[in-house]
């Protein structure tokens, strides 16, 4: 198995996990709040937004495993799947970048607990969540998530994870937005000054905010 087969597995495993994972807070947030996690979301340009998005997940869950399919059998992949390397450093690098993305996701997901949601329900207040990764980010898990995209880039290194990329960071860019837009409306000064202090996906300082 070369290195670029090898790294496209793992990365499967990567992703694959974190999207299963999505999917198990789900069904665990209707689960104990009894509320949608908003997973198909009540605002239309939510669902709208949808339509595109969750094909591009689907793609970028399938690719790595195409990938690593055609390694392990010596096919050659389409060229939209096929790759700018399949040796050197670079997919191991990828991969390494994945986990680590995937670690702090993990721990990000702890720290929201009751109040993460995949969307906006405009009827719905949930408890504003400012400490541990939050203090110095807003949107840790979406900045997260395109970290674990650059990385599938890194691993991959095809027109189709561009392409996925592409598409996921815009929509993480334009739905951080939105969120902040909506928890202003819900939550007032108090969110309001939140957002002012820290940053949207980089620390905008190395002091934690404090309420």
Do not use: D
């Amino acid at each position: 198995m070369t290195p670029y087969t090898l790294s496209a597995v793992v990365l499967g495993l990567v992703v694959g996990f974190y999207w299963a994972r999505v999917l198990k807070l789900v069904r665990k947030t209707r689960q104990r709040t009894g509320q949608s996690a908003q997973f198909v979301p009540r605002e239309p340009l939510g669902r709208a937004l949808r339509v595109l998005w969750y094909p591009t997940v689907g793609l970028w869950v399938a690719h790595p495993w195409i990938s690593a399919g055609a390694g392990l059998w010596g096919a050659e992949l389409p060229v939209f799947f096929a790759p700018m390397w399949t040796s050197g450093i670079f997919p191991i690098l990828g991969v390494g970048a994945a986990l680590i993305a995937l670690w702090g996701t993990l721990i990000c997901w702890r720290k929201m607990g009751k109040s993460w949601r995949m969307g906006i329900n405009p009827g719905e207040k949930t408890e504003l969540v400012v400490s541990g990764p939050y203090a110095f980010v807003a949107h840790p898990i979406y900045s997260l998530q395109q970290a674990l995209v650059l990385a599938s880039v890194v691993t991959l290194a095809s027109p189709a994870i561009m392409a996925v990329a592409a598409i996921e960071m815009l929509f993480l860019q334009w739905e951080a937005r939105r969120e902040e837009r909506h928890l202003i409306s819900v939550h007032g000064e108090a969110y309001a000054a939140y957002n002012r202090a820290v940053g949207r996906f980089l620390p905008r300082s190395y002091k934690p905010y404090i309420p």
